[in-house]
């Protein structure tokens, strides 16, 4: 699958980024552990690594020695690297195979998991979960989208989570649908859906919103299907007006914001 780049400037000069204090980096590996499966995202918050993909097993070595059960999510030691027994929630769905952890977020002390999942621990969670750091369940956040999730990212204060896929539609924790064309904004805290959409038409059935990079005025997507990568305008704004609309040649697959 081909990948592509789409590099967005913001105000601020790459001049001003202090090189020299970047440390150097080892060529060889750290001795870390590792899964049985696909890891698809990655996510640093305080003194863990959290990991999420399509995996049943921990391990600490490539033969399997100190490996436990760990379905689709798990975290390690930031420092030492090692893989932390006490935090497992299982994530389940019909057909194990199938069953994805593609993105996560992280602030205030709150995990947010979004893919392909009917449950979480037993309880019913369709593609979007919460934990906090402990592992245990946000039985209060159940915010979902009619299909899987496949990007994941939180707004500038923190206050909101975008999710990103094909799907659709979207709902808080009322349980009721709105239309959400590949992007749906839910309130960190309540789950609540929130009212900011892009508008009906802009992205067609099939488009998948593989990544996301967030200021506080500007949402920037990567588009699976046409090759499409959008920015859509923030603030206080209801509807997510489109900024701009470049199409690549190959897929981009994702996207960071400079400056």
């Excluded at 789409?6 to 060529?27: C, F, K």
């Excluded at 602030?107 to 593609?127: E, Q, S």
Aim: net charge neutral; with cysteine; glycine share 10%.
């Amino acid at each position: 699958m081909a990948v592509s780049m789409v590099a967005v400037a913001g105000t601020a000069s790459a001049d001003h980024v202090p090189i020299s204090s970047s440390p150097t980096i080892s060529e060889t590996p750290d001795p870390t552990w590792m899964t049985n499966g696909r890891v698809w995202a990655i996510v640093r918050h305080g003194d863990y690594v959290y990991v999420g993909g399509n995996f049943t097993r921990v391990r600490q070595t490539s033969s399997g020695t100190g490996s436990f059960a760990a379905t689709d999510l798990a975290r390690f030691d930031a420092t030492t690297g090692v893989a932390d027994k006490s935090w497992t929630p299982d994530v389940t769905g019909s057909d194990p195979n199938i069953t994805q952890v593609y993105s996560l977020a992280a602030a205030g002390g709150k995990i947010w998991v979004g893919g392909k999942f009917d449950a979480v621990d037993g309880l019913p969670r369709r593609n979007l979960a919460a934990f906090d750091l402990s592992g245990n369940l946000d039985t209060m956040w159940r915010s979902k989208t009619s299909t899987p999730v496949r990007s994941l990212a939180l707004s500038c204060d923190k206050a909101t989570v975008f999710a990103g896929g094909a799907f659709r539609t979207a709902s808080g924790n009322d349980g009721v649908f709105f239309p959400r064309e590949s992007l749906a904004r839910f309130d960190a805290t309540t789950g609540q859906l929130h009212p900011w959409h892009i508008p009906q038409g802009i992205v067609s059935n099939g488009e998948v919103a593989v990544d996301m990079a967030v200021t506080c005025g500007r949402i920037t997507v990567p588009y699976q299907g046409p090759n499409y990568n959008r920015s859509f305008r923030l603030g206080d704004r209801v509807t997510g007006t489109m900024a701009w609309e470049i199409r690549s040649r190959r897929e981009a697959q994702t996207v960071a914001m400079l400056g």
